[in-house]
C-alpha cells in the first residue's frame, strides 16, 4: 500500500491564482481530513469528509474548498491564493472506528 | 468544545536526561489522547496512544483524569528523540471523528 499520497511536494502561488492539491489513499479508509501546518499554532483542521459525497467544515474553512466523489481521493481547492495561506498542508486517513491517524508527506505552499 | 494545550514549545534537554512533554486537555465527554511525532522533513505518525497503555521507543504516558493531562515522559533521552511532538484528542464515544491538535513542542535532545 502506498498509504496516504499527495502532490505536490511544492508550490508557489502568485495571490490571486487558484490551485487544487490532491491527496489519495489507498487503505480504503471512510475519514479523511486537510490540516494546515504554522509555526506556533500546530496543525488545524481545515476540512473534512466522512464518506463519498459527504464533507464539513473544521476549524479553519475559509479560502477553500473540498469534495469527496470517491473514497479514495480529497482534493483541496484553494479559490483565490492569500499570502495567508502560505503553510504546509498535511491530508490525513483513518479508518471508520479506527484511532490512529495516517498522514499524507505534505505540500509547502508559498503565495506571494 | 474540546481543546489540547502544549504550554512547552521547546524543549531541550541533554541525551541521558530525563524528558517530560506535557499535554493538558479540557473536554466533557470520554476523550481519547495520542501523542504524534513529527520528524526533521517526515510526515507525522503515531507515537502513543493511550488506550493500549503501551512503551514505544521508550515513552510512556499516562492519562490522568483527575488533572486532565496525559504528559509524555522518558527516563533516558536519546539525540534520535529530537522532533516536533503533538498531542492530540478526540471523542471514544459518539460520531465525534475529529482529531484536536495541541500547537507542538520541539524537543531537541543535545549530545
Known amino acids: 500500500n502506498a498509504g496516504v499520497t499527495q502532490t505536490p511536494k511544492f508550490q508557489v502561488l502568485k495571490t490571486g491564482q487558484s490551485m487544487t492539491l490532491q491527496c489519495a489513499q489507498d487503505m480504503n479508509h471512510e475519514y479523511m481530513s486537510w490540516y494546515r501546518q504554522d509555526p506556533g499554532m500546530g496543525l488545524r483542521l481545515i476540512h473534512y469528509s466522512v464518506g463519498a459525497g459527504i464533507t464539513d467544515q473544521g476549524e479553519v474553512p475559509n479560502g477553500y474548498n473540498v469534495s469527496r466523489s470517491t473514497t479514495e481521493d480529497f482534493p483541496l481547492r484553494l479559490l483565490s491564493a492569500a499570502p495567508s495561506q502560505t503553510s504546509v498542508y498535511f491530508c490525513?486517513?483513518?479508518?471508520?472506528?479506527?484511532?490512529?491517524?495516517?498522514f499524507g508527506p505534505g505540500t509547502r505552499l508559498t503565495v506571494t | 468544545a474540546q481543546r489540547v494545550t502544549q504550554p512547552e514549545k521547546l524543549l531541550s534537554v541533554f541525551k541521558g536526561a530525563p524528558v517530560e512533554l506535557k499535554c493538558n486537555y479540557s473536554y466533557s465527554g470520554s476523550p481519547e489522547l495520542f501523542w504524534y511525532v513529527q520528524y526533521s522533513r517526515q510526515r507525522l505518525q503515531l507515537l502513543l496512544r493511550?488506550?493500549s497503555r503501551e512503551s514505544i521507543k521508550g515513552f510512556t504516558a499516562d492519562l490522568n483524569k483527575g488533572e486532565t493531562s496525559f504528559h509524555l515522559k522518558k527516563p533516558f533521552a536519546q539525540e534520535e528523540d529530537s522532533a516536533m511532538y503533538y498531542c492530540?484528542?478526540?471523542?471514544?464515544?459518539?460520531?465525534?471523528?475529529?482529531?484536536?491538535f495541541g500547537k507542538g513542542t520541539l524537543l531537541t535532545v543535545n549530545p
Open positions: 492530540a484528542l478526540r471523542d471514544s464515544g459518539g460520531s465525534n471523528y475529529k482529531l484536536t
Open positions: 493511550h488506550i
Open positions: 490525513a486517513s483513518r479508518q471508520r472506528e479506527g484511532s490512529e491517524q495516517y
